[in-house]
């Protein structure tokens, strides 16, 4: 199983960006996916993760400015970053709770990373 995270980049404060990983590999099962951040020298943290229902969670400094999506069909989650600022710029992780096919038990797996840059 692979996800690979795409969309990073340099943009200005109050600019947009959209995010987007795609799971790979032998899955029977996509249960809660999502972002994760890690800016240099700090801890990485939660951005926002969505169920396979659909059920969403944010982390307080991102709410009412990203929006976190799925597709099911594609094994692929989304996230709308608007109104980005500084405090924002980070490598975003996505990360996501996997069953595979012909096994029992899901278990958790992680992007490579993308950067993202919010300066003039």
């Known amino acids: 199983v692979q996800l690979q995270a795409s969309g990073g980049g340099l943009v200005q404060p109050g600019g947009s960006l959209r995010l987007a990983c795609a799971a790979s590999g032998s899955i029977a099962r996509i249960n809660d996916i999502g972002w994760y951040r890690q800016a240099p020298g700090k801890r990485r943290e939660l951005v926002a993760t969505?169920?396979?229902?659909?059920?969403?969670n944010y982390a307080t400094s991102v709410r009412g400015r990203f929006t976190i999506s799925r597709d099911n069909a594609k094994n692929t989650v989304y996230l709308q970053m608007n109104s980005l600022k500084p405090e924002d710029t980070a490598v975003y992780y996505c990360?996501?709770?996997?069953?595979?096919?012909?096994?029992?038990?899901?278990?958790?797996?992680w992007g490579q990373g993308t950067q993202v840059t919010v300066s003039s």
């Open positions: 969505i169920a396979s229902a659909g059920r969403t």
């Open positions: 990360s996501a709770e996997i069953l595979r096919t012909s096994t029992y038990y899901a278990r958790t797996y």
